[in-house]
């Protein structure tokens, strides 16, 4: 079998990170347990083919949104097929842009966001590599 | 093309966890962009065939570490052919066991690691879900 890494997001509010991700990233929700109080205990969503997990806060096991961090130490770096269609329709969606979409010398047009729950996101497709 | 994301972590003291990365986890480094004092602005690690991406901190773009947040709002899911051995290898290594390896209901054997730079990995290997 094939190793794999996938993110599994803390976010304040995760229902409405959860809408926020359907609307802005046009993710497919694949699996919500919510407790009794709505809050979520863990759900999966899909963007594409990317596998992403996301719970609410659980103080009692250290999990804490960057809201509450301050910030995040992981960038999620997500590959796409149009980078500046995601990018737009994020923002329109109510994400921040950090950097905006442009090419990088390394084969890659990307931009970077930050989603309304703190996390962050770069954003890019591939393109052909710039000559040096 | 299919979409993929993959984390891209901080870390204070970059070469220091990449070395950890390596040792505990069995991680290859395939890229290492130094900068003049050693920091490193840029690296990246397979851990199979999983990618991931590593830096030093950049307080000048909001790229802090969990030591310096006090967390992160973000479990790695790392899945493996053998999450006992590589549970095991990794506490040998320094990794802190926050959930021990076992066998969950949904088809899953895994536990929880907070590595020594402040990064949490849920590392599992597939099973036979459990009968209901």
Chains 1, 2 share one sequence.
Not at 69 to 93: C, E, I, N
Request: with cysteine; net charge negative.
């Amino acid at each position: 079998m094939a190793n794999t890494v996938a993110p599994y997001l803390c976010c304040k509010d995760a229902p409405s990170a959860l809408d926020f991700y359907k609307r802005a990233f046009e993710a497919i929700e694949t699996l919500r347990w919510p407790d009794a109080t709505g809050r979520i205990s863990h759900a999966e969503f899909k963007i594409g083919e990317a596998g992403i997990m996301l719970a609410d806060e659980h103080p009692e096991i250290g999990f804490l949104s960057p809201q509450t961090l301050g910030g995040t130490p992981v960038l999620l770096v997500l590959t796409v097929p149009d980078a500046d269609a995601f990018f737009t329709r994020a923002v329109s969606a109510g994400a921040k842009a950090i950097k905006p979409v442009v090419d990088q010398p390394y084969g890659r047009r990307s931009g970077q966001l930050e989603d309304p729950f703190g996390h962050r996101w770069d954003v890019g497709s591939p393109i052909e590599p710039a000559h040096s």
